[in-house]
């Protein structure tokens, strides 16, 4: 199941593929960004999908320190690490902070009214992005909020029913199965 735009912002689920996982493949400006694990913890990634509906559900100014999707990117990253200034304003906007699965991602979204700007960065290391070396030059898209809000909402539905179903089948007993 394909929610969104691969050029823009999408999440592809693949409900199918692992018994206790939810596996789902993130694009953002046509960059597969998990391609490494796509197989999120269930209550995590609806949690995870909840926080950005929440955060996105009004529009919002440009934050203080905004000027391009990628200079704000990559003043966000250096942000990470400062105690004061636009970077570590622009820190404050981090998206895809969905556990192990996104770990290698650098990624923010920026609000600006009916608009967000997506930027992202791939990491080398196989850790934390924070902290390891650029594999690329940012990825930058710019979605409107309703479509985000859209993609999101369907990948929400489809992890609790993915999750429910799950829950209802490990509470099943075996000879109610057949």
């Known amino acids: 199941m394909l929610f969104g735009s691969r050029d823009g912002f999408a999440l592809t689920f693949d409900v199918e593929r692992d018994p206790v996982l939810l596996c ?7 960059l597969h960004l998990n391609t490494w694990d796509n197989a999120f913890y269930p209550p995590l990634l609806v949690k995870k999908l ?3 509906l929440t955060r996105f559900d009004t529009p919002a100014s440009p934050p203080p320190g905004f000027t391009s999707p990628a200079e704000s990117l990559r003043a966000a ?3 990470r690490y400062e105690a004061a200034g636009a970077g570590a304003e622009l820190a404050r906007y981090a998206f ?3 556990g192990e699965c996104t770990d290698d991602v650098s990624a923010f979204a920026f609000p600006d009214g009916d608009l967000v700007h997506l930027a992202c960065r791939v990491r080398d ?3 934390p992005a924070w902290g390891t070396e650029p594999r690329r030059a940012p990825t930058v898209a710019t979605v409107s909020r309703t479509e985000l809000l859209d993609t999101l909402g369907q990948g929400l539905i489809a992890a609790e029913r993915a999750w429910s179903a799950r829950l209802t089948a490990a509470s099943t007993p075996p000879s109610a199965r057949a």
């Open 50 to 52: 909840r926080d950005e």
């Open 24 to 30: 789902v493949d993130v694009f953002l400006g046509g």
């Open 77 to 79: 990253e250096a942000g």
């Open 96 to 98: 895809l902070a969905w």
């Open 125 to 127: 290391g196989g850790g």
